[in-house]
């Protein structure tokens, strides 16, 4: 099957199986006949497990050690289960970072709530930014 034809059995844009072949995941064989890529069996399969690895958080990089390791004959599965563990503690500390995040906004969204807004000056910007609890010190 052709680029188009591939991307519609997996529903990515072929942009993204384009994606994948430039950057080595994807080897097609090419038609001598017409010069097109043609993806068999086993690239579906490939496209279809680095689809679901990106969607449990896999980066590039990861997916190009595990398919590495898999195209070598070893085993991947205790490098994935490292991999996810190490996704996971990354993602929790990015959604606590968020979560923080959010609870700043609030608070600002509060405070400003009944303050006017006022033109910049030379001295001042915004002063509903400015006047807000920071906790980054300002170096002297």
């Given amino acids: 099957m052709q680029v188009n034809q591939l991307a519609k059995s997996l529903g990515v844009a072929p942009d993204t199986v384009r994606y994948y072949t430039r950057i080595g995941l994807l080897v097609p064989q090419i038609n001598s006949d017409n010069g097109y890529k043609e993806y068999r069996s086993f690239e579906r399969k490939r ?27 070893k085993k991947s599965c205790p490098l994935v289960r490292e991999l996810i563990e190490k996704r996971l503690e990354e993602t929790e500390l990015q959604f606590q970072q968020m979560l923080k995040l959010r609870t ?37």
């Avoid at 496209?47 to 070598?72: N, P, Q, T, Y």
């Avoid at 709530?113 to 400015?130: F, G, N, V, W």
Wanted: aromatic share 6%; net charge negative; proline share 5%.
């Fill in 47 to 73: 496209m279809h497990f680095i689809l679901s690895a990106r969607h449990l958080g896999f980066s590039v990089k990861d997916i190009k050690s595990i398919l590495a390791g898999s195209d070598e004959g």
């Fill in 104 to 140: 700043r906004m609030r608070s600002a969204i509060k405070d400003w709530q009944d303050k006017p807004d006022k033109a910049p000056t030379s001295e001042m910007i915004c002063h509903l930014i400015e006047s807000f609890s920071n906790p980054i010190k300002e170096e002297n």
